[in-house]
Each structure stands twice: as C-alpha cells, then as structure tokens.
C-alpha cells in the first residue's frame, strides 16, 4: 500500500475478495446436491462460474481502462451510452447492488454469532458490525484500506485453515470423487446443472468492486486490472477448496438441502462444541464482507453527486463520502429491523437490472473497440471477443431462466431499470 493518501493493489484485491466471499458459497451446496451426485460435476460448477466471472473482469479492466472515473456501471453506461443508464445503474447499483446485500451480510453474521453465542440476537448483531464497518471507513482512504486489508486477510487465513483441517482429518463424506466420464458429462448436460450454474454465478458477485472508487487508488488502471483479475482467480481456488472440503467432512445426507453446510462440514469434523467456535470465527470473516460494501457503496452516490446538481449533496466535501456512507447504512439497518424477512425477495427483484447494468459494461466493451478501433488500449480483453461473448450468453440465460421461472418478478425487475432510466428525464429538466 502506497504512502500517500490513495490505496494500492493489496488493499484492490482485498476489496475484490471480501466483496465476493460473502455467504453464497456457505449455503449454495446443499442444494447442488439434490441434483448432483459427484465431486467432479459439483467442482466443475465452480470452476465455470470462476470462469464465467473472469471474462467479465477482463471487459470490466479494458473498460475502466479507457474510462478512468470513480463510480462503477454509473460512470461507465453514462460515459458509453447515455446518462439516463447511467443513472439507473447507480440508483440499482446504490439500493440493490449494495444497501440490501450489506443487510443481508450483516444478517448472516448475526446468524453465525448467534449459533455459537446465543447472548446477542441476530438484528442486534446485524447493526453492530454495520455501524462498526461504517465506523471504520469513515476516517480516510488510508484507514479504509488498512481495515480493508487486515479483515479480508483475517478472512482468507481462517479459510485456509479450515481447507488445511478439513484435509487433516478423516472426513465423514461418501460422495464420488471418480470421474465417470459417461455419467458426469451426462449430468453437465441437464437443467439442474445450468440452475445450479445460474446460482454459482450470484455466488462470485463482486468481482468488480475495485471500480466503484476507481480513483483512489494508485496508478488506477494497472491497479484496477491486477485487483480484479488476481481476486477472482484467488476466490475460485477458495471456491473450489472450500466446497471439496465440505463434500470431504461431512456425508451428501446430511448435507443435501441444508442451508448452513459451513456449521454442518464443521460439526462432522471437530464436534458440536468446536463447530460452535468455527461458525463465531465464520462470524469475524463476514464482517469483511460487510466492510466491503460499506466501502464500495457509497463511491457510487459519490459520483452521481459530483454530475447531478439534485444529488450534489452527495458529493464528498473530502476524499471520503461520509453523507452516501451514513444513506447506506440507514437503508441497511431499516432493511435489517423491518424488511429482513423480504431482502430475499427483493434482490430477487432487482437482480434482474443488475445483470443488465453489468452485461451493458460488457457490451460496452465491444462497442468501445468497434467506435475507437486506435484508441491506445493500456489494458486489452485477451482472446477478444469470447470472454465478453461468453460472459453476455449467460447473463442472457440468466434473465431468460428468471422470466420463465418468475416471470412477475422478472417484469417488475425490468419495469424498475426502465422507471430509474425514466426519472433521469424529468430530473434533467428540473436542473435547467
């Protein structure tokens, strides 16, 4: 980490990590396996969305390259295609992109704690490590990094040492570690296989944290390029340990269906009493998740203040913007006492806007390169254009699978996009 008052690429890669280590790949796996009967078929799901994950870092890097700004899919739609998309990837990106998972996360964290200490309940638990992530990252840039950095550190070390254990000892599973080349390439070819990549894929969002405050760092573009790329290759090896590691410690009965596969493959491994000290320790790492969100966030506001006279307000006064940090966490402790029991429902809801916020920056990619074909490119897509090609079929299969399976969601996802690209209109109007 630089000296001076920017961050550099440990703390861009730690923001990358923590923004994608959250709770999908604690609770994903039980449900895999209603379907999936092998070791092979369900670390060949992870490896894809690993991949699947990285062609859009790749376009993201060229992107952010060529549009150095502060403020993630806002800066980029504006600047590629118009400010109206911009400011509906920021009014999504602020509310569903950040607000809501904070809650969620801090939900989660909550709900560990509580399994292995029952002296705090969940919503209190919830607000605490809130209020403590925006206590952090509202000092400076500097301090903001350095929490950063020592939390997602603290993280990936008590996840290796599970790895390692988990290894160490004679686990209790019984699932097929044998590839069966007939069989496993008959599995990969099912619906269940492509559902369960569509919720593989939500496990590794965040890969494109380090945009949101793109100009804090040191040398942006070559920062911005190693933090997203170096964080999503080192999260799909987590990734993929992890879930082996779960399948090694505890039997697929026990952990089919279930939702915390963390506290199950704990509890196979070292018992009731030390799985209730591993699911505290799982506690402490979400909180590097949470402190992810309560940094990247609020840069988003912070950006849409600086170029819209209604939202100027946002605008941080210094280098940290302290009034879109206090409206996320507002909106994150309203949903963590009010709305807990509908979060769900409503990142169902508007998952569908991110998707297509995030597949116009891919696409915006592509469209760079056919406007500009001589533009120097510091950072260029290898392989150009399969990673962008890939990423954009399955972000379509995404909204396609979301409409068939709830189309009156899909629709009021859509409709909210479409209504926040409206509002810029008359929001331009009011300005003059």
């Known amino acids: 980490m630089s000296s001076g008052k920017h961050a550099g690429s440990f703390a861009a890669t730690a923001l990358v990590v923590a923004s994608m280590v959250g709770t999908g790949v604690f609770t994903s796996l039980g449900f895999q396996l209603a379907d999936l009967n092998s070791a092979p078929q369900i670390l060949l799901l992870w490896l894809l969305g690993g991949l699947i994950a990285l062609c859009g870092a790749f376009c993201y890097a060229e992107v952010a390259a060529l549009l150095p700004k502060s403020g993630g899919e806002y800066h980029f739609l504006r600047s590629i295609y118009h400010p109206s998309l911009g400011f509906m990837a920021g009014m999504l990106s602020a509310f569903a992109g950040f607000a809501a998972p904070t809650a969620i996360t801090a939900l989660a964290f909550g709900e560990y704690l509580h399994k292995s200490w029952g002296g705090l309940e969940v919503h209190h638990a919830a607000a605490l490590v809130i209020l403590a992530g925006a206590a952090a990252h509202s000092v400076s840039t500097r301090t903001s990094a350095r929490v950063q950095v020592v939390a997602t550190g603290l993280k990936l070390l008590l996840i290796l040492t599970f790895i390692a254990a988990a290894w160490m000892l004679p686990g209790e599973g019984d699932i097929r570690w044998t590839v069966d080349v007939k069989t496993d390439a008959a599995a990969v070819i099912t619906p269940a296989f492509a559902i369960s990549l569509l919720y593989v894929t939500y ?7 380090a945009v ?29 340990g992890l879930n082996a590691s779960f399948l090694h410690a505890a039997p697929v009965a026990a952990l089919k269906g279930q939702e915390a596969v963390g506290h199950i493959a704990s509890t196979s491994l070292f018992g009731a009493q030390a799985a209730r000290m591993i699911s505290a320790l799982f506690a402490m790492g979400l909180f590097a998740s949470a402190s992810a969100l309560l940094w990247a966030g609020p840069r988003v506001l912070a950006a849409m203040g600086r170029h819209m006279q209604s939202l100027s307000f946002f605008a ?25 029991g509908k979060l769900r429902q409503l990142m169902d809801v508007t998952q569908v806007g991110l998707t297509i916020s995030t597949s116009l920056v891919v696409a915006g990619c592509m469209v760079l390169r056919y406007r500009h074909p001589d533009l120097p490119r510091p950072v ?23 409409a068939v399976k709830e189309p009156l969601l ?17 929001l331009k109007m009011l300005r003059r």
């Not at 496990?203 to 944290?209: D, E």
């Not at 573009?221 to 999503?232: E, F, I």
């Not at 941080?316 to 807990?340: D, N, T, Y």
């Open 380 to 402: 260029k897509v290898p392989l150009y254009p399969l990673p962008p090609l890939v990423f954009l079929a399955m972000s379509a299969f995404i909204v396609a699978f979301s």
């Open 410 to 426: 899909t629709l009021g996802g859509a409709g909210l996009a479409v209504f926040f690209a409206l509002v810029w209109f008359p």
């Open 316 to 340: 941080p006064k210094g280098e940290v913007p302290r009034l879109a940090l206090g409206f996320q966490i507002a909106v994150a402790l309203i949903l963590v006492f009010l709305f807990s």
């Open 203 to 209: 496990s590794y969002t965040g890969w494109n944290a």
């Open 212 to 240: 949101y405050g793109l100009e804090e760092w040191n040398d942006p573009q070559r920062t911005v390029k190693r933090a997203l790329l170096w964080g999503t290759v080192l999260v799909t090896v987590l990734y993929v």
